[in-house]
């Protein structure tokens, strides 16, 4: 019987999934030297977020085939070490989605009556029916920033509740967004279109202060905020200009940049609802954590392939040569197509032409959509569940192969389906380096790592010595820079590889250059 090691609290109920099948030991009380002593007895360990699964303490479980995290995220857990030992890495990120929704409705009911503001007015003894005049909710839009698991569910029971559901999410399908009753638009659209927006995506470097002062002042006057994601995807200081202004009517916020939130100024705010970060915290959701994670580990012993396994998988030998480079490269074309690609996207294609016509191309797709995911998910997207995030958002990723790569002797497009145009990318092997040859439809190459600022605008003398200028104002180094241009006097895209990230105030004085018609910055 396989022995299974509980170093952390997890629900009655996946426990007891667990020793219907192995042996359990639940020891909550190990320190660190007590656990790499104890290791060498278990095949599976279970950890929380308290336990620190090291590549020392991965070692040390000489035994161990699977690392259970109860839970979303895996920081605590070296993932690499783990691969590269073998061992599978599952999770629970679906358990708490129902949890979040519900409670994301129950914040948007209660900032349309009033009800925690009415509430502590009759306990302290007034009787103020007035000063409460609250809206229905019925027939007023709501808008989603984020449409997967929590999103969709939150999606389902606004329309329920006779709402208008917008949402901006650019990896979900037109056809999956009407399946949950949602119209997919631009993220500005949203925002300015909706009478009550809610926040639905994980706190990534692209995500952090998404909501800030432009993004507020885009908002209807008079709408509201919902924050049950994480902190910091809002510039507090700019929530609280805007509430303070009139501009927002009200907002409610599970999640706040620190937490506690001591010293925040929207504690207490009259127009702002707060919670203790309560988005996980029904039993229901608890229960759900444990039962997941116990059935991803018991797969996993029975050498299956668990709904939420987390690390890489397994490329076979006599294809390493040739597919483990496009792996790499599909990965940033990927990632790439998203950070540049910000209309709703209909469907996705990939082509594999040269050299990857003639071998196995599974992992290049899963790595593929692996980039197109990455930044629209807390928790870690690897290719083992990219495919499965993207059956939930209704990705479509339709592939094709072709013998011929031009001058290339391989080649890997990416196409992007958008309701008014093709946005196609495409890359190679150069040097034994992943290269991009085509972005967006523009001819250029370079390596697509690290910091790396993107312009679209007017080709016209003085653009590139101005953008530099720009960019050693603020001390940033370039590395390399590249230009493609669809005529002269025409459309053009500038490519900068920086050594040093791109400040935002850089990327506002950018987009306000009358010839640049966008800039953005991506870390690839």
Same mark, same amino acid.
């Given at each position: 019987?396989?022995?299974?090691?509980?170093?952390?609290?997890?629900?009655?109920?996946?426990?007891?999934?667990?020793?219907?099948?192995?042996?359990?030991?639940?020891?909550?009380?190990?320190?660190?030297?007590?656990?790499?002593?104890?290791?060498?007895?278990?095949?599976?360990?279970?950890?929380?977020?308290?336990?620190?699964?090291?590549?020392?303490?991965?070692?040390?479980?000489?035994?161990?085939?699977?690392?259970?995290?109860?839970?979303?995220?895996?920081?605590?857990?070296?993932?690499?070490?783990?691969?590269?030992?073998?061992?599978?890495?599952?999770?629970?990120?679906?358990?708490?989605?129902? !949890?979040?929704?519900?409670?994301?409705?129950?914040?948007?009911?209660?900032?349309?009556?009033?009800?925690?503001?009415?509430?502590?007015?009759?306990?302290?003894?007034?009787?103020?029916?007035?000063?409460?005049?609250?809206?229905?909710?019925?027939?007023?839009?709501?808008?989603?920033?984020?449409?997967?698991?929590?999103?969709?569910?939150?999606?389902?029971?606004?329309?329920?509740?006779?709402?208008?559901?917008?949402?901006?999410?650019?990896?979900?399908?037109?056809? #999956?967004?009407?399946?949950?009753?949602?119209?997919?638009?631009?993220?500005?659209?949203?925002?300015?279109?909706?009478?009550?927006?809610?926040?639905?995506?994980?706190?990534?470097?692209?995500?952090?202060?998404?909501?800030?002062?432009?993004?507020?002042?885009?908002?209807?006057?008079?709408?509201?905020?919902?924050?049950?994601?994480?902190?910091?995807?809002?510039?507090?200081?700019?929530?609280?200009?805007?509430?303070?202004?009139?501009?927002? !009517?009200?907002? !409610?916020?599970?999640?706040?940049?620190?937490?506690?939130?001591?010293?925040?100024?929207?504690?207490?705010?009259?127009?702002?609802?707060?919670?203790?970060?309560?988005?996980?915290?029904?039993?229901?959701?608890?229960?759900?954590?444990?039962?997941?994670?116990?059935?991803?580990?018991?797969?996993?012993?029975?050498?299956?392939?668990?709904?939420?396994?987390?690390?890489?998988?397994?490329?076979?030998?006599?294809?390493?040569?040739?597919?483990?480079?496009?792996?790499?490269?599909? #990965?940033?074309?990927?990632?790439?197509?998203?950070?540049?690609?910000?209309?709703?996207?209909?469907?996705?294609?990939?082509?594999?032409?040269?050299?990857?016509?003639?071998?196995?191309?599974?992992?290049?797709?899963?790595?593929?959509?692996?980039?197109?995911?990455?930044?629209?998910?807390?928790?870690?997207?690897?290719? &083992?569940?990219?495919?499965?995030?993207?059956?939930?958002?209704?990705?479509?990723?339709?592939?094709?192969?072709?013998?011929?790569?031009?001058?290339?002797?391989?080649?890997?497009?990416?196409?992007?389906?958008?309701?008014?145009?093709?946005?196609?990318?495409?890359?190679?092997?150069?040097?034994?380096?992943?290269? &991009?040859?085509?972005?967006?439809?523009?001819?250029?190459?370079?390596?697509?790592?690290?910091?790396?600022?993107?312009?679209?605008?007017?080709?016209?003398?003085?653009?590139?010595?101005?953008?530099?200028?720009?960019?050693?104002?603020?001390?940033?180094?370039?590395?390399?820079?590249?230009?493609?241009?669809?005529?002269?006097?025409?459309?053009?895209?500038?490519?900068?590889?920086?050594?040093?990230?791109?400040?935002?105030?850089?990327?506002?004085?950018?987009?306000?250059?009358?010839?640049?018609?966008?800039?953005?910055?991506?870390?690839?």
């Amino acid at each position: 019987m396989d022995r299974i090691l509980v170093t952390e609290p997890i629900a009655e109920e996946g426990l007891a999934r667990l020793r219907a099948a192995a042996h359990v030991d639940v020891r909550t009380d190990f320190d660190r030297a007590g656990l790499l002593a104890a290791l060498p007895a278990y095949d599976a360990l279970i950890v929380r977020s308290a336990t620190k699964v090291t590549a020392d303490v991965l070692a040390a479980g000489t035994r161990l085939r699977v690392v259970g995290r109860a839970g979303t995220g895996v920081d605590n857990i070296d993932l690499d070490a783990a691969t590269r030992q073998g061992i599978v890495v599952v999770n629970a990120p679906a358990s708490n989605s129902v !949890a979040v929704a519900e409670l994301t409705i129950g914040l948007i009911l209660s900032l349309a009556r009033h009800i925690p503001h009415a509430h502590s007015s009759v306990v302290s003894g007034q009787w103020e029916r007035g000063r409460f005049m609250g809206f229905e909710v019925r027939n007023k839009t709501l808008g989603l920033v984020g449409l997967g698991r929590i999103g969709a569910e939150v999606a389902r029971r606004a329309r329920g509740l006779e709402m208008h559901v917008l949402a901006y999410d650019p990896v979900v399908s037109t056809e #999956r967004a009407a399946q949950l009753g949602a119209t997919l638009a631009a993220l500005d659209d949203v925002l300015a279109a909706s009478d009550m927006v809610s926040l639905h995506v994980p706190l990534v470097e692209a995500t952090r202060n998404l909501i800030d002062a432009t993004r507020l002042a885009q908002m209807k006057r008079g709408a509201y905020l919902i924050n049950a994601a994480r902190g910091g995807i809002v510039d507090e200081a700019a929530l609280l200009d805007a509430l303070e202004r009139g501009h927002i !009517a009200g907002a !409610a916020l599970d999640t706040y940049a620190t937490e506690p939130p001591s010293g925040n100024s929207l504690i207490g705010h009259p127009r702002v609802i707060t919670l203790p970060h309560l988005g996980a915290s029904t039993m229901e959701a608890q229960a759900l954590t444990g039962v997941d994670v116990a059935e991803g580990v018991l797969i996993a012993l029975a050498g299956g392939s668990p709904h939420y396994a987390v690390n890489a998988p397994y490329i076979p030998p006599e294809h390493e040569g040739i597919v483990a480079p496009y792996v790499d490269l599909g #990965r940033r074309l990927g990632a790439l197509c998203a950070g540049l690609v910000h209309d709703p996207v209909r469907n996705f294609e990939v082509e594999y032409r040269g050299e990857l016509a003639d071998v196995d191309t599974t992992p290049v797709r899963l790595a593929v959509l692996q980039g197109l995911l990455a930044g629209t998910r807390e928790e870690r997207v690897t290719p &083992v569940n990219a495919p499965l995030l993207a059956r939930e958002r209704g990705l479509k990723l339709t592939e094709y192969s072709t013998e011929d790569a031009g001058n290339y002797s391989g080649l890997l497009v990416l196409r992007a389906q958008t309701a008014e145009a093709q946005r196609e990318f495409a890359g190679t092997i150069l040097r034994g380096q992943p290269h &991009v040859v085509e972005a967006d439809g523009f001819w250029v190459t370079f390596v697509p790592a690290g910091p790396m600022l993107f312009t679209y605008h007017r080709d016209r003398p003085g653009m590139i010595g101005r953008v530099g200028t720009l960019l050693g104002e603020a001390d940033v180094n370039i590395a390399s820079m590249d230009v493609g241009r669809l005529a002269p006097r025409e459309q053009a895209m500038m490519v900068l590889r920086c050594d040093d990230p791109v400040p935002p105030e850089v990327i506002a004085r950018l987009r306000a250059e009358p010839d640049i018609q966008h800039a953005t910055t991506l870390v690839i």
